[in-house]
């Protein structure tokens, strides 16, 4: 049985508490009451009594399987966790060498350009590679790019890009929390699951 189908069973459950409580049996023409099979009850409490503690038993065993479904889910996740903990890992590992080998490549280029510059060289050719100066399209340089913002955010902002704007979360939390009203927005407590 899957987890889903252990929470409907314990919606059925409750459901049918409800009716253990609720319950009246039939009364035969003697005015005795009945079960379902037409044997008499001789003590109504005593008969729903057992009822309740047929329910408990069922209640005691759907959760024990629930919770070792549970439990079983709970320790996947677990090692899901310990999966993607390594993944971060690799990847931040990753991102490292991939920066290490791009800051060599860049640094190795330039090194060559510059020599090449040097001596006014514009081709080699050899057995195993090709090398050639081009000149790239012209574009915007920059002594300083922070400086050049500055600049033109006073005297020249149709120069400058900016982004689509985004929702400063944390300050909205602090207003609503400050008693503004806010159209569209509200405090809510979501909740999560935690495995350890």
Do not use: H
Request: charged content about 35%.
């Amino acid at each position: 049985m899957k987890l889903y189908e252990y929470s409907e069973k314990f919606a059925q459950l409750f459901d049918s508490l409800d009716a253990i409580a609720d319950y009246e049996p039939q009364k035969n023409e003697d005015g005795q009451y009945v079960d379902d099979d037409g044997s008499v009850i001789p003590d109504i409490e005593a008969y729903k009594a057992d009822m309740q503690a047929a329910w408990f038993d069922t209640l005691d065993a759907v959760e024990e399987e629930f919770e070792l479904k549970a439990e079983n889910i709970a320790c996947y996740i677990k090692q899901v966790a310990g999966e993607l903990e390594m993944l971060k890992k690799e990847k931040a590992a990753f991102e490292r060498r991939k920066k290490s080998k791009e800051n060599q490549f860049n640094s190795l280029k330039k090194y060559l350009l510059d020599c090449m510059q040097k001596i006014k060289r514009t081709k080699i050719e050899t057995a195993r590679t090709k090398i050639s100066i081009r000149n790239n399209a012209e574009s915007a340089q920059f002594e300083n790019e922070k400086a050049f913002i500055q600049w033109a955010k006073k005297n020249a902002d149709d120069l400058l890009n900016y982004g689509e704007p985004t929702i400063g979360k944390t300050a909205v939390k602090k207003a609503l929390q400050d008693g503004r009203k806010l159209p569209g927005a509200s405090l809510g407590r979501s909740q999560s699951l935690i495995i350890k």
